[in-house]
């Protein structure tokens, strides 16, 4: 609120070079919002849809905002390890369903946080699932 | 041969009587005495919505049985009298008995850690700090 509008014009003609432009406007229009949102799914979203490089959180053109570009990620964890499941049953769908899109396709582990292993059983519970039809292969549209 | 624990499911035309339904139950639990074998548990459960069409059925009646037998062979007979039947749509036979071993062996070992080395009593985790960020700064424009 205090800050001079003299401050903005340097930063933004020095950002405009920059391929990571709109990216910049983007995160400064809803930045509050963001932030709060990225400890959820939309974390691992908002990075496919980026560069998703192994740069970490950091990314690109990270120096020039300051604080600002470094968002805090909430670590996910593997839901099964922490309610110690030790056999995942293609029967409950309903525990199977939160980890399918809405098309029908698994989710990857980099959405859910899912431990290899646990990931591991719960695509072959998915697919048990589905050869019955309790679990569809594909929606229809 | 060891025992071996199988999961059958097995879906009806939804618009299969009863008793139909409940012959082939009794058929199923006869042959498996038959070959050495015996049906452990049946459930229905009804009729449901599948998740995809199977010959052009929208909805199938579900029917779960737990079958444990030393012949791999009584499967074969099973799924022989289900594909022959005309009232059933989908069949699926999983043999669980070594997944249920992992699943003991897990709980085993996990037992025995707790057992052996008393966990010491972890401090409290350290308060996370959220990178606090100048919310001051105004959006340009």
């Not at chain 2, 036979?93 to 997944?99: G, K, P, S, W």
């Not at chain 2, 010491?120 to 350290?126: L, R």
Request: glycine share 10%; with cysteine; proline share 8%.
């Amino acid at each position: 609120m205090s800050d001079q509008p003299t401050q903005v014009p340097p930063a933004a003609p020095e950002a405009t070079p920059a391929p990571s432009t709109p990216h910049a406007e983007g995160h400064s229009s809803g930045g509050a919002s963001r932030r709060e949102g990225s400890s959820g799914g939309g974390g691992g979203q908002r990075r496919e849809g980026g560069s998703g490089g192994p740069g970490g959180p950091g990314g690109p053109g990270g120096p020039r905002r300051g604080g600002k570009r470094q968002f805090f990620r909430k670590k996910k964890v593997c839901r099964f390890c922490v309610e110690r499941v030790d056999f995942i049953d293609y029967k409950k769908v309903e525990m199977l369903q939160p980890f399918l899109q809405e098309r029908g396709k698994i989710l990857p582990r980099r959405m859910t946080g899912t431990c290899s292993r646990h990931q591991r059983w719960l695509g072959e519970a998915i697919k048990r699932a589905r050869n019955i039809a309790l679990l569809p292969f594909a929606t229809e549209l | 041969m060891e025992e071996r624990l199988y999961d059958l499911i097995f879906i009806c035309r939804p618009a299969t009587p009863e008793e139909d339904i409940n012959k082939i139950v009794a058929t199923l639990e006869h042959s498996a005495t038959e070959h050495g074998g015996k049906v452990e548990k049946t459930e229905k459960w009804g009729t449901r919505r599948l998740a995809y069409r199977v010959e052009k059925h929208r909805e199938g009646f579900f029917v779960y049985m737990v079958v444990r037998s030393t012949q791999g062979d009584i499967i074969k007979e099973l799924e022989r009298r289900l594909k022959v039947s005309d009232v059933v749509i989908k069949y699926q036979t999983i043999r669980l008995d070594e997944e249920l071993k992992r699943q003991q062996k897990l709980v085993h070992h996990r037992e025995r850690r707790a057992s052996h080395r008393p966990r010491k009593q972890a401090p409290p985790a350290p308060q996370q700090q959220v990178p606090s960020t100048p919310a001051e700064q105004t959006a340009a424009g």
